[in-house]
């Protein structure tokens, strides 16, 4: 099993629908992170949560909402999204907040028609 | 200013070559530093820490330079495997973040 699991691998959705994508870490880790990854750009910080609790939100815009009901999952809520969010949205865990090795999820690839 | 730099390339080389990156970051306080690899449409993962006073893995060497806030990638021997983009990230001192440079582009050519 690896360590670090994303569902869906592919979505596509209409602006107006509403989505999740979920994040699953079988590691013990204790820092979790939602990541966008756009084309030539660099990765960009979405949400930090450590223990459970959101440390970190990088002016995300609202139609993005991140949930942690626990410290081994993560979901990111999608609604009313614009074709500009189109990305790979990666998933990463760490033993503690920015300490360690960051290990990835193998990315849900968004589309927004 | 962008917390770390990196060259997008890319870089093409053939097999053997010996070819490095550099990575720039700007807050002198940073603490660790890192090389990911990103295989396309792959999730990065780490190919190795850098350590202050250098390290080296196998073909591979990594270097610290504080006084200039840049580190160094060496690639010695390429092979056709080597091919992927190579990720810079640096963590400061205090805050939740890793940065990432935009990533260097290799193609290790036949």
Known sequence: ETGVTQTPRHLVMGMTNKKSLKCEQHLGHNAMYWYKQSAKKPLELMFVYSLEERVENNSVPSRFSPECPNSSHLFLHLHTLQPEDSALYLCASSQDLSTGELFFGEGSRLTVL | ?110
């Open chain 2, 1 to 110: 200013r962008k917390e770390v730099e990196q060259d997008p390339g890319p870089f093409n080389v053939p097999e053997g070559a010996t070819v490095a990156f550099n990575c720039t970051y700007s807050n002198s306080a940073s603490q660790s530093f890192f090389w990911y690899r990103q295989d396309c449409r792959k999730e990065p993962k780490l190919l190795m820490s850098v350590y202050s006073s250098g390290n080296e893995d196998g073909r591979f060497t990594a270097q610290l330079n504080r006084a200039s806030q840049y580190i160094s990638l060496l690639i010695r021997d390429s092979k056709l495997s080597d091919s992927a983009t190579y990720l810079c990230v640096v963590t400061p001192r205090t805050g939740n973040q890793f940065y990432f440079g935009t990533g260097t582009s290799l193609t290790v050519i036949p």
